[in-house]
């Protein structure tokens, strides 16, 4: 069975600082993999999303960048946090683009940007 | 303007009284709707996909239907375990488009 991995589970950084979220899939080839953040009263906002190793799409201009190593490896990442980078990021992957299938969901990584 | 908007943004139900939660769209081409379930600091688990309107589907307590612009997740004889955030998505030609979600709070 497919599994998704992400971690860490909590994070405190100061501002300026850099990121690295890591997010392993297990049990499938291929996927398509996605970064969302979830802020309070927002809903789940769409950062990236990768249909391929080194295919990376952006849905919002941020202070955030994604890459994709490995076929099931999907990386957040920040060279200077700022305050508003705060919130609940989620990794996410599903099946390939057209198949009208779920997308399957991590536990998330609660980042506090102090 | 959202294109998913889910209603009401919380609900308070006494255990056992069944209720509906609505998720509409005003967007076209809908290829599938899906309902989520979250806990509290966890990730969104799938519960349903709905592909055409007059579909249903079931999962224990829990219905989803889906019409031409909306969809309901109906919650019959809820226990206080079923309390949660539902999120809704709309898969159009892109990732999947959530709704802000509806908090239930089922009450012993």
Redesign the interface.
Known sequence: SQTIHQWPATLVQPVGSPLSLECTVEGTSNPNLYWYRQAAGRGLQLLFYSVGIGQISSEVPQNLSASRPQDRQFILSSKKLLLSDSGFYLCAWGSETGSNSPLHFGNGTRLTVT | EDQVTQSPEALRLQEGESSSLNCSYTVSGL??L?W?RQDP??????LF?L?SAGEEKEKERLKATLTKKESFLHITAPKPEDSATY?C?V?LNT???????TRLSVIA
């Open positions: 290829r599938g899906f989520y600091g966890k990730g969104p688990e799938f996909t592909y999120l998505a898969q990732p999947l488009v959530f709704g802000k979600g």
